[in-house]
């Protein structure tokens, strides 16, 4: 019996270090930077798609989530201002921020306290603690170590995406211009509202 309630005390101490883990993990970051990779798999859970980049993040509200391969695409947004940037197709277009809501980048610019409904504490694999948005049951965080290890959702075509994070620091100096748009001149400028 004291084997099976010392089982019991160290399952929900885990549990409440565990749901403390996101909050603390996105309450504490003023910068943030990281490598990814993001795979896409059907309905059927058969790859399709694979890409890689990096992400910077700085507080109040500007990031990069820069594409480098296959192809290189930038989603910008800075001074309000959120931008999609296809450099294979020289196009860049403004989008509103409102696009943000159901991505994963919203709970970036948001810190805990700001939100409503904080992600809960669903389950641990393979030694990574899963958080799930109650707006949605389609995006979760993965933290190991407490830090933010993956991402995982489920677009509008049954999609499911995977984007696993390398080499992230927490509140790096990031150099002054990284979130500066630069464009060159024959780039096609499209404001989508």
Do not use: C
């Amino acid at each position: 019996m004291i084997n099976f309630l010392g089982a019991l005390a160290l399952f929900f101490s885990s549990m409440a270090i565990a749901n403390n883990e996101f909050e603390a993990f996105f309450g504490s970051l003023e910068t943030l930077s990281a490598n990814f990779t993001q795979q896409t798999y059907n309905d059927v859970n058969a790859p399709i798609d694979e890409t890689s980049g990096y992400l910077r993040f700085e507080r109040p509200a500007s990031f990069i989530w820069q594409t480098n391969s296959p192809i290189e695409q930038t989603l910008l947004l800075h001074n309000k201002e959120l931008w999609l940037v296809d450099t294979e197709l020289e196009q860049a277009s403004q989008r509103p921020i409102s696009e943000l809501e159901n991505t994963p980048l919203y709970w970036l610019i948001n810190r805990p306290e700001q939100l409503k409904k904080l992600p809960k504490y669903t389950h641990s694999k393979h030694g990574v603690n899963w958080y799930q948005t109650q707006q949605s049951d389609q995006l979760s965080f993965g933290f190991r170590n407490s830090s933010l290890y993956a991402l995982h959702l489920t677009n509008t075509l049954g999609q499911n995406i995977q984007v696993v994070f390398s080499e992230m620091a927490l509140n790096p100096s990031l150099e002054q211009n990284t979130f500066v748009l630069n464009l060159a001149n024959d780039f096609d400028i499209i404001r989508s509202f």
